[in-house]
């Protein structure tokens, strides 16, 4: 089973820039990965995922044009790019292993990572 970790988070004004890190163990070259976020009191909201079989990607509304999701050679690491963030975009994100990734990806998972902190503020 693929384990995760994330790191990469902190605190950013808006219109500003993170790079977020997923590393994973345990073949994560053959999972679908994604992101997701969490904001205190609010439900998940998927963010991005990216396929392990040919690095398609699939990006909900509200971060298109502003994310980046990309995985590295080895497919050991999925980063997401975070441009031009604004404060909604607020929470602790997460990452996940993934039986698919398309809309909805962020339902129905059984195990992701620990997350990491981003704030966005003035």
């Known amino acids: 089973q693929v384990q995760v970790v994330e790191s990469g988070g902190g605190l950013v004004q808006p219109g500003g820039s993170l790079r977020l890190s997923c590393v994973g163990s345990?073949?994560?070259?053959?999972?679908?990965i994604g992101w997701f976020r969490q904001a205190p009191g609010k439900e998940r909201d998927g963010v991005a995922c990216?396929?392990?079989?040919?690095?398609?990607?699939y990006y909900t509304d509200f971060v298109r044009g502003r994310f980046t999701i990309s995985a590295d050679t080895a497919k050991t690491t999925v980063y997401l790019q975070l441009n031009s963030l604004r404060l909604e975009d607020t929470g602790v994100y997460h990452c996940?292993?993934?039986?698919?990734?398309?809309?909805?990806?962020?339902?129905?998972?059984?195990?992701w990572g620990n997350g990491t902190p981003v704030t966005v503020s003035s």
């Open positions: 996940a292993p993934l039986g698919f990734c398309s809309d909805s990806f962020w339902y129905g998972l059984t195990y």
């Open positions: 345990g073949f994560m070259d053959q999972w679908n």
């Open positions: 990216i396929a392990s079989s040919d690095n398609s990607t």
